[in-house]
């Protein structure tokens, strides 16, 4: 994500939580990185249990402070719907 995110926070938070499209969450921790902010621990689970792939589009909406709500186009340019299930409740975070 580019450096400007930055600017809309007092403190760059250290984690995210990323909220799909069905109000699932996730936790992932935020580092800078080369002249960017990088989504780092947790962001490798999330991409493969939500299957994302090269030629997707992933949009990010800043909710709360401290919350992403993240949604994944596919190659053809449809919104992906991801479900909790059980593959996801090792990882899911819950509220």
């Given amino acids: 994500m580019p450096l400007d995110l930055?600017?809309?926070?007092t403190a760059m938070p250290t984690e995210f939580k990323l909220r799909n499209n069905?109000?699932?969450s996730w936790r992932v921790t935020v580092k800078l990185m080369n002249g960017r902010v990088t989504l780092d621990q947790g962001w490798a689970t999330f991409a493969a249990v939500?299957?994302?792939k090269i030629d997707y589009m992933v949009t990010f909406k800043l909710l709360t402070?401290?919350?992403l709500k993240v949604v994944i186009f596919n190659d053809d340019?449809?919104?992906v719907v991801n479900k909790c299930g059980k593959h996801d409740e090792a990882f899911a975070t819950r509220d």
């Fill in 50 to 52: 939500h299957q994302i």
């Fill in 65 to 67: 402070p401290d919350t």
């Fill in 6 to 9: 930055t600017k809309h926070f």
């Fill in 22 to 24: 069905t109000d699932c």
């Fill in 77 to 79: 340019g449809i919104e």
